[in-house]
């Protein structure tokens, strides 16, 4: 299993220290998380991968960052996709006076004294769960922001700095 976090933000490719991830939807997020789990605001998403999968919809989010296996031992949370789709789709079937068990269920918390086979399970579970529904991609979230010893290379992103800012500069010309 191998974890992967994007950057979309120029400042934090090229140190990723202190980088926190952001629900685009809060006003949806938030109050479905607070109903059934916790909300955080400082947060990191992991797309939590097989070892043999070379890369999946959520590179799209950003340079993507591999992360160091024992970061595993923090994630707090794990939905079987992508945390906001997930909520979104719970909110329609609401809507439309169905049943959102399917999608409360998607979500798992990881107990904080849980070991790190345990932990592996858990994720493994949803990656299982997440291609049986057709998501592309197992989201978790580390409640923090994230270290540069998180980070396998923390530096990988240097060069996608540098030619991000070149692009900024041939724009001005």
Known sequence: MRLFTGINNREFVNNPEGYCSSDEYTLLVEPFME?????????????????????????????????????IDEIAIACAGDFQNVVYAAYCALLRGKDISEYVECFEVLPTDADRPKREEILTNA???AKAAGRP??????????????CVDPDSGSQESIAAELLVEDEED
Not at 41 to 67: M, T
Not at 137 to 150: C, F, G, I, N, Q
């Open 35 to 71: 109903r059934y789990f916790i909300y955080v605001e400082k947060f990191v998403c992991i797309s939590v991968r097989p070892d043999d999968e070379v890369g999946n919809l959520a590179d799209a989010y950003g340079f993507q960052f591999e992360l160091k296996p024992e970061v």
């Open 127 to 129: 990656i299982s769960k």
């Open 137 to 150: 991609y197992v989201e978790a979230r580390l409640y923090r922001p994230l270290r540069r010893t998180d």
